[in-house]
């Protein structure tokens, strides 16, 4: 049988193959929803109790969202969807205060941002939010007292606050405003070498980023640039492609969006940057997530920058929001991002018998073992990049860890560690006015025997030995309370750099390598094993 005569007649054979495959399918599609109609009808009309049949519809919409063990894909009701909107447009009105709970206080304030109505009517970190308007808010979570005081901007709320050492409740009327916090808390130099924590992706990120860039740049003669990602979980996705676009020349490829349903989506730099040559190290953690990977991969796929630190998250979902009838919606994951190397930031996760996703190969420090498994891809300049989910640094340093006997202490007192961090924190609130002035205080010893002494007031039993053997830890504790609250988080950064190793190499990294070319080349003496 001739070659042509083979083709014609596979030809043949695969058509009725293919036409059989689509009936299999659609008769399967069509016996589903026979059956699941069936299911309806049988509870609508014969369940012991009547049923709401809206409710019925609700839920199996729902656990059909559910069956798809996706974690970012939801069924919005339209109080939730509202409440998803208000969140991600980040532009709700509210006071300008971060708040938490605190195990036998309540909701206490622990930052005023500046420049917003909670610092203009004077509102302390320490501060207890016991009422809102007419309302006790003794017994209310955190998370209630923030929705009470969110609102339209414009409005008015009162807030009734007990503040220590005033006997008197203290209540004020604010109104609301858009309140916008800083994506760069600060950012400060180690010997000419720029630091830029961010904290997270919002609409001002960019902005702060290039402000920061320009200031380190220009007014304190930073040479080298470190943009710490760590515990970013990410945000506006926009703003990961613009701050990379910060660092990377005009028309460079950003990353790119491939779905089931879709042409690939290919971004790119759109402007010309602001430092495109400045060498740059990130730092990287098991928290960095989203839109922190997206600018990490892209800079490290174009040489742009060196990464330091421990293997990112790995969350590379797109997820797009679909209207449906009746104020729903659904948000349904629907594509992937890939680095310009052609890297898939999302890695595998799977879903346990308790309902927790889990990574399939979960390996933060990146062991050889783990990154011969991984496939391996190429930057610009040739060098090996990692695939499989999340971005591996390009040096591993790991986080610094406890001495054993600090392990010892942390362990022993696990119990009792809210109790611990709130005895903490209003004992530093009344040490900071005895160190004002002097941000190179030292802790005395005396204070850390007067937290013994307030812990044990407060029924934190601590072994005098444990608590001597972590005097090294007890100590830091004490340094960076005071410090923040003293001086603000630039100075409880400085004062913090001897317990950050990942920042200790990236600054010396810096200090010995003029060029990025010069930072790759020295990348091998720094990793950690």
């Known amino acids: ?142 998370a209630r007292v923030a929705d009470s005081l969110k609102g339209t901007p414009g409005t008015k709320v009162t807030v009734t606050f007990a503040r220590p050492s005033v006997p008197e409740p203290i209540k004020s009327t604010y109104t609301r405003a858009i309140i916008r916090v800083p994506a760069v808390p600060y950012a400060i130099t180690f010997d000419k070498i720029g630091y830029i924590p961010l904290q997270s992706f919002n609409e001002a990120s960019t902005r702060d980023i290039a402000e920061a860039v320009r200031n380190l740049m220009a007014k304190e003669g930073a040479r080298g640039l470190i943009l710490d990602l760590r515990g970013n979980p990410g945000g506006f996705l926009d703003q990961a492609l613009t701050i990379s676009n910060l660092f990377l020349k005009e028309g460079t490829e950003i990353a790119s969006v491939r779905g089931r349903a ?11 940057p602001i430092a495109p040559d400045i060498p740059l190290v990130i730092l990287t953690d098991q928290y960095s997530a989203s839109a922190a990977e997206i600018v990490a991969g892209a800079l490290q796929d174009h040489d742009r920058a060196l990464i330091l630190g421990t293997t990112s998250f790995g969350k590379g979902l797109v997820q797009t929001v679909f209207n449906l009838d009746g ?57 090996v990049v990692y695939g499989g989910g999340a971005i ?73 030995k444990l608590y001597d053997g972590a005097s090294s830890y007890v100590n830091r504790l004490l340094e960076a309370r005071v410090a923040r609250l003293a001086f603000g988080d630039s100075t409880a950064r400085r004062r913090s750099l001897d317990d950050d190793r990942q920042l200790q190499q990236a600054i010396e990294i810096l200090k010995r390598g003029q060029s990025q070319k010069d930072l790759f080349a020295l990348a091998p003496q720094f990793s950690t094993k």
């Open 1 to 142: 049988m001739n070659r042509l005569r083979k083709l014609a007649l596979s030809g043949v054979l695969l058509a009725p193959l293919v036409a059989g495959a689509f009936a299999v399918q659609e008769r399967a599609t069509a016996d589903g929803g026979r059956l699941f109609g069936q299911v309806l009808d049988l509870v609508e009309s014969r369940f012991v109790d009547s049923v709401d049949a809206a409710m019925l519809y609700e839920k199996a919409a729902r656990g059909l969202v559910s069956q798809l063990q996706d974690p970012y894909s939801e069924l919005f009701s339209p109080r939730q969807l509202a409440q998803f909107n208000t969140n991600t447009a980040g532009r709700y009105g509210g006071l300008g205060m971060q708040i938490e709970e605190q195990p036998g206080k309540g909701v206490v304030v622990s930052k005023v941002f500046p420049n917003t109505p909670a610092e203009h009517s004077g509102a302390r970190e320490g501060d207890m939010i016991v009422g809102i308007d007419t309302l006790s808010t003794r017994t209310w979570t955190s």
């Open 262 to 272: 879709q042409e690939t989506q290919t971004y790119t730099a759109r402007e010309k």
């Open 327 to 383: 104020g729903y919606a659904l948000k349904m994951t629907t594509g992937k991002w890939f680095t310009p190397a052609g890297r898939s930031i999302q890695k595998e996760r799977k879903l346990t018998s308790d309902g927790q996703f889990v990574e399939v190969h979960p390996d933060s420090l990146e062991s050889d073992s783990a990154k011969k498994a991984r496939p391996t891809y190429k930057s610009d300049g040739g060098r």
């Open 392 to 464: 591996t640094p390009d040096v591993l340093v790991k986080p610094d860890t406890f001495t054993t006997a600090e392990q010892a202490f942390l362990k022993a007192t696990a119990p009792k560690s809210q109790d611990i961090y709130v005895t903490l924190y209003d004992y530093a609130m009344e040490l900071k006015p005895k160190v004002a002035g002097n941000p190179n205080f030292i802790v005395q010893p005396e204070w850390r025997e007067e937290l013994l002494t307030r812990l044990g007031k407060k029924g934190v039993e601590v072994d005098r």
